[in-house]
């Protein structure tokens, strides 16, 4: 056994620790670990690990690694020879490498660049020829081009083509009696009388006759042919049921009542009718349409 190991073996069984239990903690082979307490470090795997195993072993017991790997240098192996090796044998490789190998390798960039640039000229000669060849050959066909006269739209050598056009031109023009239609009255709504809160208006030049009530708030609202026939009475309310229409064309006479002029509109054919008596005078009017027909 070693001095070194001897010290190892000491801190361990100071701890109270098995060879087992400190296989466990430090997961080194136990074996190894007894390998190291006799000093035999040739059943190692290699001189690295008799390092790192026995660091491993000294920090599981309690010892300082760095101390001891100063203290016993001249029992613990170094790693140096096997690095060499490896140096070595790089160096090996590289030199292994033939002259002949080595000059290839240097001027292979060399070329590939020298065929990269031919191949670049190559092609800028290309496109230049190719863009002259398309010029020339514009040109020609522009100059081609030029003798090519055309004729005036409705100049032709053609008989029948003329004669078609000199037959159809009295077809197409108007006949001299022929004369615009007249546009229709625009419909007039005016005030044919009015009686205080009574008013009468006549609705002339009308085809139809629909009347339209639009409610801007709240207002009570009867509706009635000339006959005294209740057509509608209710409250519109806006936002609710703030209009009403009501196609009285086939009626010569409508009488409306309104309770609130204030906030009722009424229109007749789409035309707004104005109040003969402001609202702001007269909340509640009776309003009469006659449709002169």
């Not at 029992?75 to 060499?84: H, K, S």
């Not at 030049?205 to 639009?214: G, Q």
């Not at 509109?265 to 002169?292: G, H």
């Given at each position: 056994m070693s001095e070194l190991g001897n010290i190892l073996k000491e801190a361990r069984e100071a701890k109270g620790l098995s060879l087992d239990e400190l296989q466990s903690i430090t997961k080194i082979q136990k074996r190894y670990l007894m390998g190291i307490e006799d000093g035999n470090y040739s059943i190692m795997p290699g001189k690295f690990y008799v390092r790192?195993?026995?660091?491993?072993?000294?920090?599981?017991?309690?010892?300082?690694?760095?101390?001891?790997?100063?203290?016993?240098?001249?029992?613990?192996?170094?790693?140096?020879?096997?690095?060499?090796?490896?140096?070595?044998?790089?160096v090996q490789?590289?030199?292994?490498?033939?002259?002949?190998?080595?000059k290839i390798l240097n001027v292979l960039p060399k070329i590939l660049i020298v065929i990269f640039i031919i191949g670049a000229v190559a092609l800028v000669w290309y496109l230049i020829v190719k863009n002259a060849g398309d010029d020339s050959g514009q040109t020609a066909n522009t100059n081609k081009s030029q003798p090519i006269v055309e004729e005036p739209a409705g100049s032709t050598n053609d008989p029948a083509a003329n004669?078609?056009?000199?037959?159809?031109?009295?077809?197409?023009?108007?006949?001299?009696?022929?004369?615009?239609?007249?546009?229709?009255?625009?419909?007039?709504?005016?005030?044919a009388s009015n009686n205080g809160s009574n008013t009468v208006y006549e609705l002339k030049n009308a085809d139809r006759f629909v009347i339209k009530i639009v409610s801007l708030g709240q207002t009570w609202v009867g509706l009635s042919n000339g006959s005294g026939k209740s057509i509608f009475a209710e409250t519109l309310v806006k936002g609710k049921n703030e209009n009403r229409t009501e196609d009285l064309t086939a009626e010569t006479e409508a009488v409306i009542n309104i309770g609130r002029a204030t906030e009722t509109e009424i229109y007749v054919n789409d035309q707004k009718l104005e109040y003969a008596v402001s609202p702001q005078d007269d909340m509640t009017q009776l309003i009469t349409i006659k449709f002169v027909k």
């Amino acid at each position: 056994m070693s001095e070194l190991g001897n010290i190892l073996k000491e801190a361990r069984e100071a701890k109270g620790l098995s060879l087992d239990e400190l296989q466990s903690i430090t997961k080194i082979q136990k074996r190894y670990l007894m390998g190291i307490e006799d000093g035999n470090y040739s059943i190692m795997p290699g001189k690295f690990y008799v390092r790192a195993f026995i660091k491993q072993y000294a920090e599981a017991v309690g010892l300082d690694p760095d101390q001891l790997f100063e203290q016993y240098k001249s029992e613990i192996p170094t790693t140096y020879n096997e690095e060499l090796p490896e140096q070595l044998s790089r160096v090996q490789s590289r030199k292994s490498l033939s002259p002949e190998t080595s000059k290839i390798l240097n001027v292979l960039p060399k070329i590939l660049i020298v065929i990269f640039i031919i191949g670049a000229v190559a092609l800028v000669w290309y496109l230049i020829v190719k863009n002259a060849g398309d010029d020339s050959g514009q040109t020609a066909n522009t100059n081609k081009s030029q003798p090519i006269v055309e004729e005036p739209a409705g100049s032709t050598n053609d008989p029948a083509a003329n004669n078609t056009s000199e037959s159809d031109a009295p077809a197409q023009e108007k006949p001299a009696d022929e004369k615009p239609k007249p546009e229709p009255p625009a419909q007039e709504l005016t005030v044919a009388s009015n009686n205080g809160s009574n008013t009468v208006y006549e609705l002339k030049n009308a085809d139809r006759f629909v009347i339209k009530i639009v409610s801007l708030g709240q207002t009570w609202v009867g509706l009635s042919n000339g006959s005294g026939k209740s057509i509608f009475a209710e409250t519109l309310v806006k936002g609710k049921n703030e209009n009403r229409t009501e196609d009285l064309t086939a009626e010569t006479e409508a009488v409306i009542n309104i309770g609130r002029a204030t906030e009722t509109e009424i229109y007749v054919n789409d035309q707004k009718l104005e109040y003969a008596v402001s609202p702001q005078d007269d909340m509640t009017q009776l309003i009469t349409i006659k449709f002169v027909k």
